[in-house]
């Protein structure tokens, strides 16, 4: 592991700590397959805890699926419902110096996935900027596209309407939408996403790397 950025959120001031694991041993993750993870968390208190009081706005924004805001029971964020336990792994053992040049070097042409918690437009650009030069390639998702247009070579913009869809489009953005039960998507315009299908897998993929990749829309799940 190795810890890339310590210090305030860039959604709200808050302390967060983001983190970068699977450079040594491949993440386990059946969907996004063998890739580096970051991991954007909050500081200060339990992840969970963080969770489950809404205190969670510094790593995920204003995010309507949020547990607090979409409710516990509902289908709302799959990382929080999934990949919680191993952010709270992350949170305890992400202690030592920060080590972006470390991270930098271990990444060395593998892909990674921006966001395997948390929002990548928490963190500074040149944050970003520094692991995507050094990878591969990745993918990465930030319901921050309006007010961090500097992410929109990286990420895809996140996206639940075709409304807000076109919007980002008209920005010159790629974009990632949950799709409701009566919504499809566009032709020719957004794809569906294979890995969700078990069709391939994201390292296999990598359409969701910003402006040099495809629009995508997915199922809740």
């Known amino acids: 592991m190795h810890v890339v950025y310590r210090g305030p959120s860039l959604i709200d001031g808050g302390p967060i700590t983001a983190a970068v694991t699977g450079t040594g041993r491949p993440s386990r993750n059946r969907k996004t397959g063998p890739m580096a993870q970051l991991w954007i968390i909050p500081a200060g208190r339990p992840v969970w805890d963080a969770v489950k009081a809404g ?22 964020c799959y990382v929080a419902r999934v990949a919680w336990r191993e952010a709270s792994l992350i949170q305890r053992y992400a202690t030592g110096p920060i080590n972006l040049v470390g991270a930098i070097r271990a990444l060395a042409g593998r892909p990674i996935r921006l966001g395997a918690y948390g ?18 390639r990745w993918t990465g998702y930030t319901r921050r596209w309006r007010e961090r247009s500097d992410l929109r070579e990286y990420c895809h913009a996140s996206v639940e309407t075709e409304l807000s869809a076109w919007h980002a489009w008209l920005e010159g953005w790629r974009t990632f939408r949950v799709l409701g039960p009566s919504d499809a998507a566009l032709p020719r315009i957004e794809h569906a996403c294979p890995a969700a299908a078990g069709r391939t897998t994201c390292d296999r993929c990598l359409a969701c790397c910003g402006t040099s990749g495809r629009s995508a829309a997915i199922r809740e799940h």
């Not at 699926?65 to 979409?70: D, G, H, L, V």
């Not at 929002?119 to 995507?132: K, N, Q, R």
């Open 55 to 76: 205190k969670d706005t510094s790593v995920c924004g204003t995010c309507p699926r949020r547990p607090s805001t979409a409710g516990y029971g509902r289908a709302g």
């Open 119 to 136: 929002d990548p437009g928490a963190l500074p650009f040149a944050v970003i900027d520094a692991l995507c030069q050094s990878a591969s």
